[in-house]
T-cell receptor, first 113, second 110 residues
Framework: GAGVSQTPSNKVTEKGKYVELRCDPI?????LYWYRQSLGQGPEFLIY????????DSGLPNDRFFAVRPEGSVSTLKIQRTERGDSAVYLC???????????FGAGSRLTVL | DAKTTQPNSMESNEEEPVHLPCNHS???????IHWYRQLPSQGPEYVIH???SNVNNRMASLAIAEDRKSSTLILHRATLRDAAVYYC???????????FGSGTQLTVLP
């Protein structure tokens, strides 16, 4: 597609449940990033992939959060045992390797009740 | 940690120029200055970036101080569609990710 696609756009779940958020990057973009944005704050870095491997996962808050990118294109962010504090917009971005410009998707809004 | 300082909010009148300031007093020689903006309910959007020289593109201009401790994003003629949060980001040469601050909320008045 023309841009970064994220699904679902909205997800409501109950505390303790498992959630998966999907990101389809721009075709040919080898770098992929996940960010989390809480209300009124700037986006917070979670993890960065170069190809299939996680080059930097220093932003993942704890071991309930995990992300994969098995074929070097689509990525899935997985959150186990969700907590109310996980409620946020999860943003995905992609770029050409080594490029200065990131292209962001519209985000997936997660609400944990 | 790549820190920048921006005003929380600014107002501008439609069709007038807007100068959005950013301080990055601890910037190192290989750090780039990036600007992104975020419209309501959308992801951040790239605006412009530079290293030392002033930069222009179709969206905006970036003026970088000679000592590189500050920069200014210039929107030459603000429109209502420019109302957004503008983020100034210092990106080190080796880092791939962007570290966002809280940004400046720009309000454009008709």
């Amino acid at each position: 597609g023309a841009g970064v696609s994220q699904t679902p756009s909205n997800k409501v779940t109950e505390k303790g449940k498992y959630v998966e958020l999907r990101c389809d990057p721009i075709s040919g973009h080898t770098a992929l990033y996940w960010y989390r944005q809480s209300l009124g704050q700037g986006p917070e870095f979670l993890i960065y992939f170069q190809g299939t491997g996680a080059a930097d996962d220093s932003g993942l808050p704890n071991d309930r959060f995990f992300a994969v990118r098995p074929e070097g294109s689509v990525s899935t962010l997985k959150i186990q045992r969700t907590e109310r504090g996980d409620s946020a917009v999860y943003l995905c971005a992609s770029s050409v390797a080594g490029a200065n410009v990131l292209t962001f998707g519209a985000g997936s809004r997660l609400t944990v009740l | 940690d790549a820190k920048t300082t921006q005003p929380n909010s600014m107002e501008s009148n439609e069709e007038e120029p807007v100068h959005l300031p950013c301080n990055h007093s601890t910037i190192s020689g290989t750090d780039y200055i990036h600007w992104y903006r975020q419209l309501p309910s959308q992801g951040p959007e790239y605006v412009i970036h530079g290293l030392t020289s002033n930069v222009n593109n179709r969206m905006a201009s970036l003026a970088i101080a000679e000592d590189r401790k500050s920069s200014t994003l210039i929107l030459h003629r603000a429109t209502l569609r420019d109302a957004a949060v503008y983020y100034c980001i210092r990106r080190s040469g080796s880092a791939r990710q962007l570290t966002f601050g809280s940004g400046t909320q720009l309000t454009v008045l008709p």
